[in-house]
């Protein structure tokens, strides 16, 4: 396991630094909201990304192949609930005041969002099905499951500050409707290609 290790850093690297929903939403939320009410959010993008590799890992990418009703409505489902938050951002505004804003999502959102997350799916079945060791199997999940969870956090906290960098400019509602309309438009590209995928 250790041979693969930087590889398995690397991967979990580029999958959680490259722009997706995640990162776009999180950017939104440090920008309004600031560090401290965004941890929340990471946490919760963590936990359900650990849970999304868990799953993949129980045999839940094989059961989603032999029954793709399954897997187009969990599409489905996903794209709704994407398609919900980032209209947030839309609805969220210009307010000026942080007190009036839209509110940060929750630990538990945050996670129940990657079950629609289609690039955390298909990160979380690529890690398992190219890193995990038969011999280690459960002990090589784990493994995986250190490696994204602290790149992860160190990722996600750049794009939260990334996005509160970008607050302190801010200052009007012009440009906070635009900050918001941007992200949200970016979530939506970002989610819109899982209509099309076959």
Do not use: E
Request: glycine residues 8%.
């Amino acid at each position: 396991m250790w041979t693969l290790l930087p590889s398995l850093c690397l991967f979990a690297f580029i999958t959680a630094f490259t722009p997706g929903p995640n990162n776009f939403l999180l950017a939104s939320s440090g920008s309004q909201f600031g560090l401290r009410q965004t941890w929340r959010h990471i946490i919760g993008i963590r936990v359900g990304v650990s849970g999304l590799i868990l799953l993949s890992a129980a045999g839940v990418g094989v059961l989603l192949q032999a029954y793709p009703l399954a897997y187009t409505a969990l599409k489905y489902v996903g794209f709704a609930y994407m398609s919900w938050l980032a209209i947030k951002l839309i609805l969220a505004g210009g307010n000026l005041h942080k007190s009036h804003a839209a509110k940060p999502l929750t630990c538990l959102q945050a996670a129940l969002f990657q079950l629609g997350n289609v690039k955390a799916w298909a990160a979380s079945l690529t890690v398992v099905a190219t890193y995990t060791l038969p011999s280690l199997y459960w002990v090589s999940v784990l493994w995986i499951l250190a490696a994204f969870t602290v790149t992860g956090v160190l990722c996600n906290l750049c794009w939260a500050g990334m996005g509160k960098a970008a607050g302190r400019y801010l200052d009007t509602p012009r440009k906070i409707r635009t900050f918001n309309y941007s992200l949200s438009g970016l979530t939506f590209a970002t989610i819109l290609p899982v209509l099309f995928q076959a």
